[in-house]
């Protein structure tokens, strides 16, 4: 069956360190992959779209990359302040997008 | 920017009771989507409207129906309340199907007692 899989525990980091999340999926062939930022009791706001022909895909602080062969998806936060502490969410489109179950980061001052 | 607004932040209802969730977005999308979220399952396609009066049923339609008479609004209706669907609810908006970002409006943390 397909699967989504990012990880549940969080992710705990020091103000300025480079935070990495990672995105896994099984039997899926997504054209496109998504990346959202969602807050405790907010909605997801998007955040970054990969096409599969891209390999790597920059906005700011926030870098994506897209292995259609590891089935992978890997997202950088550069920099990393306390603000960026939030859940993040992986989406794959996939005749529909569907969503991981995200995973919660927490940068320490 | 799109902004997609959700009637109810918080709501709490009865059992067997008809509950009404209400979305609007106002940058003239197409589609419009029904979620629920919940710890460890992450979110979950209800229902989703590709054009006015349009729909169609996603992975958990059972025990919801939704109406979309005019192209900004897009409703979720919970013909008889139950405990299990006691959930965060998110509305979202989107130029395109499943290759487009969606927009979210805030969420309705709905309680059933």
């Known amino acids: 069956s397909q699967k989504i899989e990012q990880n549940s525990e969080a992710l705990n980091i020091q103000e300025g360190k480079t935070a990495t999340l990672t995105c896994n999926y099984t039997?899926?062939?997504?054209?496109?992959l998504q990346w959202y930022r969602q807050d405790p009791g907010r909605g997801p706001v998007f955040l970054l779209l990969?096409?599969?022909?891209?390999k790597e895909k920059r906005k700011e602080r926030l870098k994506v990359t897209f292995d259609t062969t590891l089935k992978q998806s890997l997202f950088h936060i550069t920099a990393s302040q306390p603000a960026d502490s939030a859940t993040y969410l992986c989406?794959?489109?996939?005749?529909?997008?569907?969503f991981g179950t995200g995973t919660r980061l927490l940068v320490s001052p | 920017d799109v902004k997609v607004t959700q009637s109810s932040r918080y709501l709490v209802k009865r059992t067997g009771e008809k509950v009404f969730l209400e979305c609007v977005q106002d940058m003239d999308h197409e589609n419009m989507f029904w979620y629920r979220q919940d710890p460890g399952l992450g979110l979950r396609l209800i229902y989703f409207s590709y054009d006015v009066k349009m729909k169609e049923k996603g992975d958990i339609p059972e025990g919801y129906s939704v109406s979309r008479e005019k192209k900004e609004r897009f409703s979720l209706i919970l013909e008889s309340a139950s405990t299990n669907q006691t959930s965060m609810y998110l509305c979202a908006s989107a130029t395109g199907y499943s290759n487009q970002p969606q927009h979210f409006g805030d969420g309705t943390r709905l309680s059933i007692l």
């Open positions: 989406a794959l489109s996939f005749q529909k997008l569907v």
């Open positions: 039997n899926y062939s997504p054209a496109y």
């Open positions: 990969i096409r599969e022909n891209e």
